[in-house]
């Protein structure tokens, strides 16, 4: 099946560092990316709708100057936490989109620990 | 706009019983449905989807899902269990069209598998 990476997996920062997370597509195009919060022992929270070659369109209560998303190819979407403070902490989740209608697909990336101190 | 709800948030249950987690979702429209599992700190994996057709699904490690569309539910079942199959499930609604493709999750429900 296709392959989504995270990169890093883990990351620890200080407070008011920016901190980038990769996410790629390994073997196939991907022209949605979607990125995802997730606190501990809580659901997946929609934070973006990524598409390649355009600005990322964020979801309510988003603050898209502090989540900077790059999506700068086919196979590569970036997330940016800019100016991180320790409830920035959580775990990030990338998933990838392929295909429309009855063929979709999303495929999701391990994840990103990031720990703000 | 789509939501999930789970009713469960913890399903205990011995090896090799049956189980069943619950999921119901509200949508004005069409939707793709999903079932995901999440092992500890790692990413998730697709056990089953609905996006038309039967509405029964089969998916891995012998689970299966029924859309009812009467009862807007989507309910994750196992007939029998396994201590490997501890983990955390999300139930999951794409809201095709108008929804953009964004997949909502619920909360989650902790299965949790006991000897």
């Known amino acids: 099946g296709a392959v989504v990476s995270q990169h890093p997996s883990r990351v620890i920062c200080k407070s008011g560092t920016s901190v980038k997370i990769e996410c790629r597509s390994l073997d196939f195009q991907a022209t949605t990316m979607f990125w995802y919060r997730q606190f501990p022992k809580q659901s997946l929270m929609l934070m973006a709708t990524?598409?390649?070659?355009?600005?990322?369109?964020?979801e309510q209560g988003v603050e898209k100057d502090k989540f900077l998303i790059n999506h700068a190819s086919l196979t590569l979407s970036t997330l940016t936490v800019t100016s991180a403070h320790p409830e920035d902490s959580s775990f990030y989740i990338c998933?990838?989109?392929?295909?429309?209608?009855?063929?979709?697909?999303?495929?999701f990336g391990p994840g990103t620990r990031l720990t703000v101190t | 706009a789509q939501s999930v709800t789970q009713l469960d948030s913890q399903v205990p249950v011995f090896e090799e019983a049956p189980v069943e987690l619950r999921c119901n979702y509200s949508?004005?429209?069409?939707?793709?449905l999903f079932w995901y599992v999440q092992y500890p700190n790692q990413g998730l994996q697709l056990l089953l989807k609905y996006l038309s057709g039967s509405t029964l699904v089969k998916g891995i490690n012998g689970f299966e899902a029924e859309f009812n569309k009467s009862q807007t539910s989507f309910h994750l079942r196992k007939p029998s269990v396994h201590i490997s199959d501890t983990a955390e499930y999300f139930c999951a609604v794409s809201d095709f069209p108008h929804g953009g493709f964004k997949t909502i999750f619920g909360a989650g429900t902790r299965l949790f598998v006991k000897a």
């Open positions: 998933s990838a989109r392929v295909g429309l209608a009855a063929t979709y697909e999303q495929y």
């Open positions: 949508s004005s429209v069409s939707v793709y």
């Open positions: 990524s598409n390649e070659g355009s600005k990322a369109t964020y």
